[in-house]
């Protein structure tokens, strides 16, 4: 029988990204994956006629442009078109717009304090100067810090100088900003509660913690320290859906030579004295493989597919406890016609921007009181765009795809599973809101895809619909990511590897584990990297 | 389960809410002297200054820049950021946030100063004119409303922006009095340097102060934006004989070079705008040192700096320069012994006052401090696509570069 060099579980972006670097280092490698289409979380379908859904992620910022570059995803047909900021309706008939022009986005927040306008500057400053920390870590395997190997004492001492060459204040801010609620950051900067609610949003979004939980101040930062082509911090859309990524990844894989194997779930990994020789797919299919690599989230991987009795149980107990908690669900809806929103006028550029209804901090807490209550909000956090407004590629002329983030939704209701009925309650709590601020709206919805924690674990695999495949609390960052002592995409079995955002730096649709882990199991087998660009220079 | 929560209202929005809206609509905002500097702009060549649409020039650089050495100029100065300072403790508020003494500031004074964060970095300089014991007007470059009013904090003192309500004008040059004087502002003769007062325009006041950005002869001038066209007009056709004209910030950019004076964000990063921790900069390494006053008890910053000064931490300079040759050294790198990188150069050009080519530069210690001889600067002149790579003596020299006896003679000239 083929054993195949590398057999990569999943074909989400990550699966993908580690999958080119290998197949491009020389390997003969396939991928596995368990729906008839790859993508994972990083999906285009066309679910009604006419109209692409960015099903799961629906905007892009982090995927690093090395990997881009790399893997020549712009031959492939990745463009990514930066948006125009956006937006939080007030319950008063008024919202607090985010312009991309600096001196209007201080007038628009001068509405509201002229204070906080002129803070924003100051804010600014001190998330950048915090991104332009962590960037250079992402593209790097964290360091073990209790091994002695050079390598890692290397790592360990580039951390160690970067954060050295902060000033005492940059130092004082890096370690509230690691352990903070993201209120309580923002209450350093600003007074007036919806322009903290309109910062606040980045810092639980993914997230089963509220705004005031310690910890989110850092969830904020991870959705900063992206771009667009350089722009830090910016925002686009994937023109074509956010399956535009992976569908360009895939091509890349396979003009490199790559197999891709679409509806063959893996039932278990195959592990022969306690080394991984392959997989055996649900139908009970053998695929042998030299290694195998699991895009799968950590629980996934190791408490679904590989036999307990093949880890070590302090391993498996941290494994356990891995806090990946589903915190969200997701509504695409395809409109005849671009909603109206009184309150904006209709030129404004906000349409094209990023629109939220929640509009104080408390609101959002209460949404996930909720939450911790086992129900889905009552009154939800909404994320949502409307990505057609840019890209002509999703929706016929004047139709729309509006794409509406959720939050909170628990990974169960009141302790049981999630039934249609309340997918139904819960889809009904987001077009309420929406309909609130745009009367005539549930006239214009042609079809709807309504995806709690239920559905995105049945469908994408992500262990209770956990964005970020486990959350990005301090505790589980760098070298605790997934659990220590296994943060450098390896495990306790031989020749099986991590490289899903479960693994160091963690989520979003960023590329950098799947880059990282290739980058690892090159090393293990003395295979060159020099396809691998080196983490852009933040200078 | 807890209820949806409703909006409040749906009533129709407010006019004033909608036209406050609008803003995005204009994204570079108007002055009030806009109606009459559009009309002049034959360059229509425009600039981004903090929002507002500013003329890089609105004829020709060249000649602008000789209308301020020759004539008058005018230059709307109106985007500077103002706070209008108030209260029984302004006076105490502004010493404690501020560099220079301001107990030595008497009511119908104006002076430059700046202010520093707590590690002593400058946030800012710009200009401090009292209008009364207890009412102050703080113009800057930056914004700094949270500063100004964290920093208030336990003082009987109001702060506020006032940057739109107040138009400014600039008016310098060798026959800026007389334009003044036949503009009917009596008494103006008086104002000697840094002095201001209060004169009627329409059924208020202008304040006119004997300041400016130029080394000249020159005032400036506020007023409520709703008097600025009367005010405009009012000088335009008082300076008509005295080749009074409307300038762009190109000709100003000179003259103030040529005056040695420093441009926030130009020739220093301020530290709410710094990236880069190493971009900050105490007064002593841009050349402000002379305003800390550390008899006056504690203000913002002192202590670090006092510390920094006591331990040798200090490790730039700001100095002027004169580079042999004529070739404008923008931006070029100042070195040692011609190999070692010592700075940079962030202002530079051929100074037609002072026929010299002159430069501002920031240098690393001991480099522009005790160790002045053997600089050099490496310029890269552009030259139909290639690059003239020159390698030019540079002198470290005093600022201004310029001093001309008119801007301080009592009573001014009358050209």
Redesign the interface.
């Known amino acids: 029988m083929k054993a195949w060099d590398a057999i990569v579980i999943g074909g989400g972006h990550n699966g993908l990204v580690n999958a080119c670097y290998l197949q491009r280092a020389g390997l003969d490698v396939l991928v596995v994956e368990k729906n008839d289409w790859v993508g994972g979380a990083a999906t285009s379908r066309e679910l009604t006629p006419g109209f692409l859904y960015s099903n799961c992620s629906y905007v892009c910022s982090l995927f690093r442009p090395e990997i881009m570059r790399d893997l020549e995803l712009p031959r492939f047909g990745l463009q990514v078109i930066s948006y125009e900021g956006g937006a939080v309706f007030t319950r008063d008939g008024d919202y607090l717009a985010n312009y991309r022009d600096h001196d209007a986005h201080r007038r628009e927040f001068a509405r509201f304090s002229r204070r906080d306008a002129e803070a924003y500057d100051r804010y600014a400053r001190d998330v950048t100067r915090q991104c332009r920390f962590i960037q250079p870590l992402l593209m790097r395997t964290a360091p073990d810090p209790t091994s002695l190997r050079p390598r890692d004492l290397g790592e360990l001492l580039y951390l160690g100088k970067k954060f050295a060459g902060l000033s005492a204040e940059e130092m004082a801010l890096t370690l509230r900003f690691w352990t903070m609620s993201i209120s309580d950051f923002l209450d350093e900067y600003f007074e007036t509660d919806v322009i903290k609610a309109n910062f606040a949003l980045s810092g639980i979004i993914g997230t089963a913690l509220g705004p005031m939980s310690p910890g989110t101040a850092y969830v904020l930062l991870h959705h900063y320290m992206g771009e667009v082509d350089g722009s830090v911090g910016a925002w686009g859309y994937a023109r074509g859906g956010m399956g535009a990524v992976t569908k360009a990844l895939a091509a890349s894989f396979l003009a490199a030579g790559g197999t891709i194997r679409t509806s063959a779930e893996v039932g278990h990994v195959l592990v022969q004295r306690g080394k991984a020789k392959g997989v055996v797919l649900a139908d009970g299919e053998e695929i042998c493989g030299k290694l195998v690599v699991s895009n799968a989230d950590v629980k996934r991987t190791f408490l679904k597919l590989v036999e307990e009795k093949e880890l070590p149980d302090i391993f498996l107990r941290r494994v356990r406890n891995f806090k990946i908690r589903g915190s969200s669900g997701k509504i695409n809806i395809a409109l005849d016609s671009l909603p109206e929103f009184p309150e904006l006028p209709k030129d404004s550029p906000v349409y094209r921007g990023d629109m939220h209804f929640t509009d104080s901090m408390e609101r959002m807490e209460r949404a996930y009181d909720d939450w911790k209550a086992g129900r889905w909000s009552a009154d939800p956090f909404l994320d949502m765009v409307i990505p057609t407004t840019l890209d002509p590629t999703m929706a016929p002329p004047g139709k729309h795809f509006m794409s509406c983030f959720v939050q909170y939704a628990p990974p169960k209701v009141n302790g049981r599973d999630w039934t249609d009925a309340d997918r139904d309650g819960f889809a009904e709590s987001v077009i309420s809101q929406i309909a609130e601020y745009s009367p005539g709206f549930r006239d214009r919805i042609v079809h709807m895809e309504v995806r709690t924690p239920r559905e995105i674990e049945a469908e994408v695999g992500l262990t209770e619909g956990n964005i970020f495949q486990g959350e990005l609390t301090f505790d589980q960052l760098l070298f605790n990511r997934p659990v220590p002592g296994y943060a450098q995409y390896r495990s306790p079995v031989g020749g099986l590897y991590m490289c899903g955002s479960s693994t160091h730096p963690g989520g979003g649709v960023m590329g950098a584990p799947g880059r990282n882990a290739a980058a690892e199991i090159l090393r293990d087998l003395a295979k060159p990297t020099q396809h691998m660009s080196p983490a852009h220079d933040v200078i | 389960?807890?209820?949806?929560?409703?909006?409040?209202?749906?009533?129709p929005?407010s006019p004033a809410?909608?036209a406050?809206?609008?803003?995005?609509?204009t994204?570079?905002l108007g002055t009030p002297f806009q109606p009459r500097i559009d009309v002049l702009a034959r360059t229509n060549d425009w600039y981004?200054w903090?929002?507002y649409r500013a003329p890089h020039s609105l004829w020709d650089e060249e000649l602008e820049y000789f209308a301020i050495r020759s004539q008058a100029a005018l230059f709307d100065i109106s985007p500077m950021t103002k706070y209008r300072i108030e209260g029984k403790d302004a006076e105490a508020f502004l010493n404690r946030v501020t560099l220079r003494d301001v107990t030595k500031l008497k009511p119908g004074r104006v002076h430059y100063t700046a202010w520093c964060d707590d590690?002593g970095f400058v946030l800012d300089d710009g200009t401090l004119f009292r209008l009364s014991p207890t009412r102050f007007r703080l113009c800057s470059q930056?914004?700094?409303?949270?500063w100004l009013?964290d920093s208030a904090i336990g003082f009987d003192v109001t702060v506020e922006?006032e940057t739109e309500a107040i138009a400014g004008l600039a008016l310098q040059g060798p026959t800026s009095f007389a334009v003044l004087r036949d503009a009917g502002f009596a008494g103006v003769e008086r104002l000697k340097i840094f002095d201001l007062a209060e004169f009627p325009l329409g059924g208020g006041t202008v304040t006119i102060s004997r300041t400016g950005f130029t080394g000249d002869l020159g005032y400036e001038l506020f007023a409520p934006a709703e008097q600025a066209i009367s005010l405009w007009d009012r000088l335009m056709v008082a300076g008509e004989l005295r080749g009074i004209r409307a300038i762009g910030y190109t000709a100003l950019n000179r003259a103030r070079l040529e005056a040695g004076l420093i441009v926030a964000n130009a020739d220093f990063v301020t530290s709410?705008?710094?990236?880069r921790?190493d971009r900050l900069r105490m007064p002593d390494e841009i050349g402000l040192g002379f305003m800390i006053d550390l008899e006056k008890g504690h203000f913002n910053g002192r202590r670090a700096i006092l510390e920094a000064r006591a331990k040798r931490k200090l490790r730039h300079v700001l100095v002027g320069l004169e580079i042999e040759g004529n070739i404008p050294a923008e931006h070029a790198i100042v070195y040692h012994r011609k190999s070692q990188e010592v700075g940079l150069v962030s202002a530079a050009m051929w100074s037609p006052m002072a026929k010299r080519n002159i430069a501002i530069a920031s240098l690393a210690r001991p480099f522009g401090d005790t160790m002045v001889d053997d600089l050099w600067v490496e310029i890269y002149a552009m030259r139909e696509l290639q690059y003239q790579r020159l390698m030019k003596r540079a002198k470290v020299v005093p600022r201004p570069f310029i001093k001309l006896d008119r801007r301080t003679a009592n009573p001014p000239a009358d050209f």
């Open positions: 389960m807890a209820q949806a929560i409703k909006k409040k209202s749906s009533a929005t809410r909608t406050a809206q609008s803003h995005f609509r994204l570079r981004n903090a929002g590690e930056e914004r700094h409303l949270p009013l922006e709410e705008h710094a990236i921790a």
